[in-house]
């Protein structure tokens, strides 16, 4: 186990542990000792059927999700439902590859896919909070991909859905963006296959990893119009210096790239043999594609070819400037707008 | 100097060689014995007013724009124009890290801007064909940021200029993008500083460094359609491994650095103090835009900020789903519009 104090319980919690046993993985094997972990915010009504439930995005932490979507007049009220945020497993919080013992960690993390930290939520949201229903799943980029494989994989669970800014497919186009960023931490030679004694030797990696995602991330409008200055910067440059690289380079190698490759994978396809209509199909949930209008790698395009594959959903595209990580939430403007969309959702019976 | 078969007579030729002699660059210091490659196609009339100049763009070869761009029957025919195409300085042919000896060699060869480029082009055209008027300079990409370069240092001498796909003054957010290709290929250790004894020991970085033109280069709409099936191969990843990782592989490091430097400080304010408005109201020359509609890097928008600058120029958007490598012209009907638009250019007096 290796410290890091980016996961730890001051800087990202509190949250409890589901404890999942030995799990049993979709690409074959067993992931011992299985620890999700989970926050939750607000509390289960009588009836059991006011859960949401929040997967987490690439990099992202139950604390991020929190900060950003959840809290008092917001559509996700505590007040009004029972907010149930779960790590994705190899966040760096729930089991990973840098914070697990013994013969599974680091370099010999096994291969996770969106399939296998659903099926574990599934376990989580049955077994400790005995409810076989979600009011809504809710999610971001690869928070999406999970929103998707939930309502295709137990339709009957999934009352609604709002997948943000994610597909339920990946593309080529995204497998050939999410290997570049893989590129870049595997290529520096102190990643070491895996076996690094910290984050901090693998910085050059992590440092190119974070450029990409100044490059893609964020869109060309972004730049061209200076928005880096509501963040107090000054230049481009050190709007990458010192915003971009603090907020990748704490994080560690190995569980970026435990995500990196399960975002790859990520197919609903998988569940119904290779069929993208008969997956969609299986949805029954409300559903609300969400795309971000400037995002440069998942498409609003691309989204918009899913969508009408889903019977009971509506193509609901969400103007920021941002790009992808329009998703930090910048804009006031952006995130009234999904909050509308969500208080829409929560209204449809 | 290393061998490199990439860029021989053979392969990219039949080219001549212009020596410039030692040559005074915009950065400081002289680049000793300066050789440009340049392709004649055409002859120059009695007024010598049919000259077309044709700057080349990164990886780009004199033999490259003859194939895409030179033909009886195109806009630029020879049998109207002298068709005068110069490789960058830089580029592999004409002076370069890598084919030259000396004092200036490899990791020494010194940092080359635009202005050096058309500095060096002027008195090519100038001492070599004798003519002060040019009817056209015509350039992609980096033969764009070469194209408006001409246009505003030699106002006079450039009757139309057609820059397509590039920017007059880069922006941030291609900066970005350039130095991750930079990244790609320096934080591989066998390039050694800019030291290798071949190429061919730096293919893990050249690898790196296609990988972002995969992800970048072509949009998302090509892949999406399977556009490289055009290409005759069957999935993307056989596109990637087989096209474009060979496409950049045999190049040199140290060239691609070169350009890749050069192309990030474009920027032709550096002729008037600083100002685009001063640069841009320089122009004389009919100039037509010319972005690519799905282009991901010289976006549409931001050309559209720069064209209305420009006294007597029209944004002529090109349509092509390759985004910025629709510049490779596999779709017939951009080279048709392309074409169409020179010769409307061409026309006007």
Redesign the interface.
């Known amino acids: 186990m290796l410290d890091n104090p980016y996961y730890s319980q001051d800087a990202h919690g509190p949250w409890q542990i589901f404890n999942a046993g030995d799990f049993e993985l979709e690409l074959g094997g067993v992931l011992r000792d299985l620890k999700l972990a989970y926050a939750v915010h607000g509390e289960l009504n009588a009836a059991r059927d006011n859960a949401i439930l929040v997967p987490t995005w690439y990099s992202g932490t139950s604390k991020v999700m929190e900060q950003l979507f959840v809290g008092a007049g917001r559509a996700l009220d505590p007040a009004h439902y029972c907010i149930i945020i779960v790590n994705q497993i190899g966040n760096g919080i729930s089991s990973s590859p840098h914070n697990i013992d013994g013969a599974q960690a680091m370099a010999n993390f096994p291969r996770i896919q969106i399939g296998d930290d659903v099926r574990a939520q599934h376990r989580l949201v049955t077994e400790i909070f005995g409810t076989e229903k979600l009011a809504l799943v809710f999610g971001g980029s690869m928070g999406a991909q999970q929103t998707y494989d939930w309502a295709v994989r137990y339709p009957a669970m999934v009352a609604r859905a709002a997948p943000l800014a994610g597909y339920a497919k990946n593309?080529?186009?995204d497998?050939?963006?999410v290997?570049?960023l893989i590129?870049?931490i595997t290529?520096?030679?102190h990643w070491n296959n895996g076996s690094y004694r910290s984050h901090l030797d693998v910085q050059?990696g992590l440092k190119?990893h974070a450029?990409?995602w100044?490059?893609?991330g964020?869109s060309?409008?972004?730049?061209?119009t200076?928005r880096w200055r509501e963040f107090n910067f000054t230049s481009?440059e050190q709007f990458?210096r010192e915003f971009m690289e603090p907020f990748f380079t704490p994080l560690d190698p190995n569980s970026l790239l435990c995500m990196a490759r399960k975002w790859q994978d990520g197919d609903v396809t998988r569940i119904t043999g290779g069929s993208l209509e008969a997956a969609l199909g299986r949805i029954t949930a409300h559903t609300f594609v969400m795309p971000i209008s400037t995002d440069?790698?998942f498409?609003v395009?691309?989204c918009a070819?899913e969508q009408p594959l889903i019977k009971n959903s509506q193509l609901r595209v969400l103007n920021s400037v941002g790009g992808h990580l329009g998703l930090f939430g910048f804009e006031p403007e952006f995130l009234a707008a999904l909050d509308a969309n969500l208080r829409d959702l929560l209204a449809l019976k």
Do not use: G, I, N, Q
């Open positions: 593309t080529d186009h497998r050939l963006f290997e570049s590129e870049a290529s520096d030679p050059a190119r450029r990409l100044s490059v893609m964020w060309t409008e972004f730049y061209a200076e481009c990458h440069m790698f498409k395009e691309d070819r």
